[in-house]
Protein backbone atom coordinates (compact mmCIF):
# COMPACT_ATOMS: atom_id res chain seq x y z
CA UNK A 1 0.00 0.00 0.00
CA UNK A 2 2.73 2.53 0.83
CA UNK A 3 4.27 2.50 -2.58
CA UNK A 4 0.74 3.26 -4.51
CA UNK A 5 -0.20 5.71 -2.28
CA UNK A 6 3.21 7.35 -2.82
CA UNK A 7 3.01 7.27 -6.42
CA UNK A 8 -0.34 8.85 -5.95
CA UNK A 9 0.67 11.49 -4.12
CA UNK A 10 3.61 11.98 -6.36
CA UNK A 11 1.92 11.88 -9.41
CA UNK A 12 -0.18 15.09 -7.94
CA UNK A 13 1.55 17.13 -5.98
CA UNK A 14 -1.20 20.10 -5.14
CA UNK A 15 -3.53 16.84 -4.11
CA UNK A 16 -5.53 17.75 -1.08
CA UNK A 17 -6.22 14.36 0.69
CA UNK A 18 -10.11 13.79 2.25
CA UNK A 19 -10.94 10.64 4.31
CA UNK A 20 -14.00 10.46 6.15
CA UNK A 21 -13.79 9.18 9.79
CA UNK A 22 -15.60 5.77 9.24
CA UNK A 23 -13.49 3.39 8.88
CA UNK A 24 -11.21 5.78 11.09
CA UNK A 25 -8.21 3.17 11.01
CA UNK A 26 -7.48 3.72 7.43
CA UNK A 27 -8.18 7.38 7.47
CA UNK A 28 -5.59 7.19 10.56
CA UNK A 29 -2.99 5.16 9.00
CA UNK A 30 -2.92 7.21 5.74
CA UNK A 31 -1.78 10.20 8.06
CA UNK A 32 0.90 7.88 9.04
CA UNK A 33 1.78 6.83 5.68
CA UNK A 34 2.63 10.30 4.18
CA UNK A 35 4.64 10.90 7.50
CA UNK A 36 6.30 7.57 7.27
CA UNK A 37 7.21 7.71 3.31
CA UNK A 38 8.65 11.56 3.57
CA UNK A 39 6.57 13.25 1.00
CA UNK A 40 7.12 16.30 0.66
CA UNK A 41 3.30 16.81 -0.80
CA UNK A 42 0.72 16.41 0.66
CA UNK A 43 2.07 16.76 4.25
CA UNK A 44 0.31 15.10 6.70
CA UNK A 45 -1.49 18.51 7.36
CA UNK A 46 -3.34 18.04 4.01
CA UNK A 47 -4.77 15.01 5.06
CA UNK A 48 -8.40 15.77 5.99
CA UNK A 49 -10.18 13.13 8.25
CA UNK A 50 -13.78 14.45 7.93
CA UNK A 51 -16.90 13.10 10.10
CA UNK A 52 -18.62 10.24 9.15
CA UNK A 53 -21.79 10.86 7.03
CA UNK A 54 -25.24 9.18 8.73
CA UNK A 55 -28.38 8.86 8.02
CA UNK A 56 -30.00 11.56 9.53
CA UNK A 57 -32.80 9.54 11.43
CA UNK A 58 -30.94 6.55 12.06
CA UNK A 59 -27.69 7.70 12.52
CA UNK A 60 -26.44 4.93 10.10
CA UNK A 61 -23.11 5.08 8.51
CA UNK A 62 -23.60 5.78 5.22
CA UNK A 63 -22.40 2.89 2.63
CA UNK A 64 -21.98 1.54 -0.36
CA UNK A 65 -23.22 -1.72 1.75
CA UNK A 66 -26.13 -0.85 3.06
CA UNK A 67 -27.37 -1.26 -0.41
CA UNK A 68 -27.32 -5.09 0.04
CA UNK A 69 -29.45 -4.84 2.94
CA UNK A 70 -33.00 -6.05 3.02
CA UNK A 71 -35.63 -3.65 4.57
CA UNK A 72 -35.83 -6.04 7.62
CA UNK A 73 -32.56 -5.91 8.13
CA UNK A 74 -32.28 -2.20 7.42
CA UNK A 75 -34.26 -1.98 10.55
CA UNK A 76 -31.81 -3.98 12.63
CA UNK A 77 -28.49 -2.35 11.01
CA UNK A 78 -28.45 0.91 13.52
CA UNK A 79 -28.20 -1.08 16.34
CA UNK A 80 -23.83 -0.69 15.23
CA UNK A 81 -23.74 3.06 15.97
CA UNK A 82 -26.25 2.57 18.94
CA UNK A 83 -23.75 -0.16 20.73
CA UNK A 84 -21.03 2.08 19.95
CA UNK A 85 -22.87 5.28 21.51
CA UNK A 86 -23.30 3.06 24.87
CA UNK A 87 -19.83 2.57 24.88
CA UNK A 88 -18.94 6.22 24.76
CA UNK A 89 -21.74 7.02 27.15
CA UNK A 90 -19.47 5.38 29.72
CA UNK A 91 -16.01 6.63 28.60
CA UNK A 92 -16.09 9.96 31.45
CA UNK A 93 -16.74 7.45 34.47
CA UNK A 94 -14.07 6.92 36.75
CA UNK A 95 -12.35 3.37 36.22
CA UNK A 96 -14.09 3.20 33.05
CA UNK A 97 -11.68 0.19 31.10
CA UNK A 98 -11.54 -0.45 27.69
CA UNK A 99 -13.26 -4.08 28.35
CA UNK A 100 -15.99 -2.13 29.69
CA UNK A 101 -16.53 -0.40 27.25
CA UNK A 102 -16.18 -3.71 24.93
CA UNK A 103 -18.97 -5.27 27.01
CA UNK A 104 -21.18 -2.20 26.95
CA UNK A 105 -21.10 -1.99 23.00
CA UNK A 106 -21.14 -6.01 22.53
CA UNK A 107 -23.78 -6.67 25.25
CA UNK A 108 -26.24 -3.85 23.32
CA UNK A 109 -26.24 -5.70 20.09
CA UNK A 110 -26.89 -9.29 22.15
CA UNK A 111 -29.71 -7.16 23.94
CA UNK A 112 -31.70 -6.67 20.62
CA UNK A 113 -34.72 -8.43 19.28
CA UNK A 114 -34.04 -9.55 16.01
CA UNK A 115 -37.16 -10.15 13.71
CA UNK A 116 -37.56 -13.46 12.52
CA UNK A 117 -35.64 -14.35 9.25
CA UNK A 118 -32.69 -11.71 10.06
CA UNK A 119 -29.36 -12.68 10.92
CA UNK A 120 -27.26 -10.64 12.93
CA UNK A 121 -24.09 -11.46 15.20
CA UNK A 122 -21.75 -9.44 16.45
CA UNK A 123 -17.70 -9.32 14.64
CA UNK A 124 -15.86 -8.04 17.27
CA UNK A 125 -15.74 -3.98 19.03
CA UNK A 126 -11.73 -2.70 19.88
CA UNK A 127 -11.07 0.00 21.60
CA UNK A 128 -7.62 1.65 20.49
CA UNK A 129 -5.19 4.11 21.19
CA UNK A 130 -5.58 7.24 18.37
CA UNK A 131 -1.54 7.15 17.11
CA UNK A 132 -0.27 3.69 18.01
CA UNK A 133 -3.43 1.84 16.64
CA UNK A 134 -2.66 -0.56 19.76
CA UNK A 135 -5.68 -1.86 21.64
CA UNK A 136 -6.39 -0.24 25.06
CA UNK A 137 -7.38 -2.17 28.22
CA UNK A 138 -7.22 -1.24 31.76
CA UNK A 139 -8.39 2.90 32.53
CA UNK A 140 -9.00 5.17 29.04
CA UNK A 141 -10.63 7.91 30.96
CA UNK A 142 -8.33 11.06 29.57
CA UNK A 143 -6.98 8.99 26.74
CA UNK A 144 -7.32 9.59 23.35
CA UNK A 145 -8.85 6.72 21.56
CA UNK A 146 -11.44 5.06 18.99
CA UNK A 147 -14.01 2.41 19.62
CA UNK A 148 -14.50 0.24 16.55
CA UNK A 149 -16.59 -2.17 15.69
CA UNK A 150 -18.56 -4.54 13.17
CA UNK A 151 -21.03 -6.83 13.03
CA UNK A 152 -23.12 -8.86 9.93
CA UNK A 153 -26.58 -8.62 9.15
CA UNK A 154 -27.27 -10.95 7.23
CA UNK A 155 -24.40 -11.19 4.37
CA UNK A 156 -23.75 -7.79 4.49
CA UNK A 157 -20.34 -6.48 7.28
CA UNK A 158 -21.41 -3.03 8.75
CA UNK A 159 -18.57 -1.31 10.25
CA UNK A 160 -18.41 1.92 12.03
CA UNK A 161 -16.37 4.01 14.99
CA UNK A 162 -16.58 6.65 17.30
CA UNK A 163 -13.95 8.96 18.51
CA UNK A 164 -13.80 9.04 22.40
CA UNK A 165 -11.58 12.00 23.83
CA UNK A 166 -10.52 14.15 20.71
CA UNK A 167 -12.76 15.21 17.77
CA UNK A 168 -11.92 15.60 14.00
Known sequence: MHISVKKIFNK???FES????????PSVTHKAVLKDL?????TPDN???IPTTRDLSTNLALSSRNAYLSPQEMEVAPILYQALSAAKEGYSEDGITGEVLIERATSTVDSVQVPEGVDMKVDYFEVFDKETFEPVRGP?????VVIAGAIWV???RLIDNLLLGWDM
Open 154 to 156: GKT
Open 18 to 25: VSPSSPCL
Open 38 to 42: LISHP
Open 140 to 144: VRGRK
Open 47 to 49: MHI
Open 12 to 14: HSS
